[in-house]
């Protein structure tokens, strides 16, 4: 039997600005999928109800992959594809296998020998990037930082450093209720000529991206980021 083929379906922060964001191409091959494995399936479905699927969403197949899902049970999330369904891998918001548990299905569809297709769509990392005016040759995803606040700061002052040392733009993101925490803590710690990129809510009408030496923001209005989809980058 042929295999089914997992689709990694990028997902807009909001659902005011679809057209914007996603392809009409995108929207009309997830239109048709029935099967999907879902970071939230809450936020799945509002997404599937707003472009409008073929079926109901009430009648279509979710499979929970998050944080607390176990590497045992991956191989009965791709169970359809097996029997030869495609299947649209979704993240809460943003893409796939980037900075969420997406990247497991991949590569266990890979193993299995299906073909694992990555839709065109948004991508807060690298929009943040080509906004910032920073190093776009070389750069580095550091994912999330530490939550304790010492280890937080220490791995501030070195990424700090590596970028210094490799010119290299250091990208990284924060629990969105612990984005203004992670603020004070680079403006505190940082050089005052190393450059931050603020990228919030990234391809919303509410998105913001500006960048500034440290010392720049230490004398500006600092943008509220509680709650806010953030990505931070910075270059020393």
Not at 78 to 93: K, Q, R, V
Not at 118 to 136: E, H, Q, T
């Amino acid at each position: 039997m042929t295999l089914g083929v997992l689709y990694m379906i990028p997902v807009s922060l909001g659902d005011d600005n679809l057209g914007k964001v996603l392809p009409a191409e995108v929207m009309q091959l997830v239109q048709n999928l029935e099967y999907f494995v879902v970071e939230n399936e809450k936020s799945a479905r509002r997404f599937l109800s707003t472009i409008k699927t073929k079926k109901p969403v009430r009648e279509l197949n979710f499979q929970l992959l998050n944080e607390h899902t176990d590497d045992k049970d991956l191989p009965k999330l791709i169970a359809p594809l097996l029997a030869g369904y495609d299947i649209g891998m979704l993240s809460e918001a943003g893409c796939p296998g980037i900075a969420d548990p997406g990247a497991a299905l991949a590569a266990i569809a890979h193993r299995k020998g299906a073909r694992v297709t990555p839709l065109v769509g948004p991508s807060s990392i690298l929009l943040g990037l080509m906004a910032s005016g920073f190093n776009g040759q070389q750069f580095t995803f550091l994912g999330y930082l530490p939550s304790d606040k010492s280890a937080r700061i220490s791995k501030l002052k070195d990424i700090e450093r590596q970028s210094e040392r490799l010119n290299q733009t250091q990208i990284f993101i924060e629990t969105p209720y612990r984005n203004q925490h992670m603020l004070e803590d680079i403006l505190s710690n940082c050089n005052p000529t190393t450059r931050l990129c603020i990228a919030k809510n990234v391809s919303l009408v509410t998105e913001l991206v500006i960048s500034k030496t440290i010392a720049e923001w230490k004398k500006s209005e600092l943008p509220d980021l509680h709650k806010q989809p953030t990505v931070f980058l910075l270059l020393a």
